[in-house]
């Protein structure tokens, strides 16, 4: 296998520099073999990184060498694979922490009855950071690592969780005294547990009147009313 060394050197002031690199080389998922001796897998996605790093480092000053090497032994290359999963697994088990919080606000709210659009923009936001964070290590993921495919499960239950609270919060917006209200942008899936709604309502005398318009972006639009018969 081949790997890519990055050497540096830069002054000791101003120390901001080397706080720069220094997140800079982590957002890159570099093990680090000792001080400022770095080592990543030569891969596509990560030279253009390192390159814009060595152009950076120059800027202050300091000098910074890109190698190459595939002579490692076998003991060496297995420690250095187990050091980039056991660190991009202790990203992805913060990631599981994170949405196991998120599904908990999301069932506290629901509980609480706060069905407002004030609270699904907040858990919005708070899942579009869950994702964003997600794929940065997912880039940095350069061996696969299990766990990385149990977040990705995870992020899209976090996305079922958080479209079936907008739906709650969309029916009581909607609502009207006399019974009536909207829901909308449904997948197939989602689908079985809406019918089945309907089915019950009618079971217990409501009207149902109902109009669907053509799928688009892998929905399906509808519109129920449902009124006490």
């Not at 994170?98 to 659009?117: M, P, Q, V, W």
């Not at 899936?189 to 019918?195: E, K, M, P, T, Y």
Request: hydrophobic share 35%.
């Amino acid at each position: 296998m081949r790997w890519l060394l990055f050497i540096y050197k830069v002054p000791a002031e101003p120390s901001t520099a080397r706080v720069n690199i220094w997140k800079k080389i982590k957002e890159l998922g570099a093990v680090s073999l000792q001080q400022s001796v770095y080592i990543l897998p030569d891969d596509q996605s990560v030279r253009p990184g390192l390159e814009a790093l060595k152009k950076q480092i120059a800027g202050y000053a300091g000098d910074a060498k890109i190698l190459t090497t595939d002579t490692l032994d076998v003991e060496q290359e297995k420690e250095i694979i187990e050091s980039f999963i056991k660190g991009i697994e202790k990203e992805y088990d913060e990631i599981i922490e994170e949405c196991g919080a998120f599904f908990r606000e999301i069932e506290k709210e629901t509980e609480r009855d706060n069905l407002s659009y004030a609270e699904f923009e907040e858990n919005e936001k708070r899942l579009s950071h869950l994702k964003e964070w997600y794929e940065g290590v997912k880039k940095r993921d350069y061996f696969g690592s299990d766990k990385g495919r149990k977040v990705d499960v995870l992020i899209k239950q976090c996305e079922e969780a958080l479209y079936d609270f907008e739906r709650s919060v969309i029916s009581r917006e909607e609502s009207g005294g006399d019974g009536t209200y909207k829901m909308d942008r449904f997948t197939s899936g989602q689908a079985v547990d809406i019918l089945n709604d309907v089915i019950e309502k009618i079971e217990k005398g409501k009207d149902m009147g109902f109009f669907v318009t053509t799928v688009k972006d892998g929905y399906r639009y509808i519109y129920l009313s449902i009124k006490e018969g």
